[in-house]
């Protein structure tokens, strides 16, 4: 059974940080490319950032120089470390199994004074 836990959301002032942890199980996640989506209120959810098997790493525009993706395979976690956060980045983020239909069940991440 694949199970994809989040972690780490939580409430933060505007150019604070945080660090979102997904721990996965149940899948040989060193292989697998993985993916952290959010999904703000009343928007569709959006693809942030992704992690290829080899350490490849794409962000989407509003999160470049901002946020970074990574990996540990012995662990099998995958992270996203967002940083200068703007009451924008406002979402439930999600982790996601690239070519899958796995998806964590989300962590709250607000942006606000």
């Known amino acids: 059974q694949v199970q994809l836990v989040e972690s780490g959301g939580g409430l933060v002032q505007p150019g604070g940080s945080l660090k979102l942890s997904c721990a996965a199980s149940?899948?040989?996640?060193?292989?697998?490319?993985m993916n952290w989506y959010r999904q703000a209120p009343g928007k569709q959810r959006m693809l942030v950032a992704t992690?290829?098997?080899?350490?490849?790493?794409t962000y989407a525009d509003s999160v470049k120089g901002r946020f970074a993706i990574s990996r540990d395979n012995a662990k099998n976690t995958v992270y996203l470390q967002m940083n200068n956060l703007k009451p924008e980045d406002t979402a439930v983020y999600y982790c996601?199994?690239?070519?899958?239909?796995?998806w964590g069940q989300g962590t709250q991440v607000t942006v606000s004074s």
């Open positions: 992690i290829t098997s080899g350490g490849g790493t």
């Open positions: 996601y199994v690239g070519r899958s239909n796995y």
């Open positions: 149940g899948i040989i996640f060193s292989i697998k490319t």
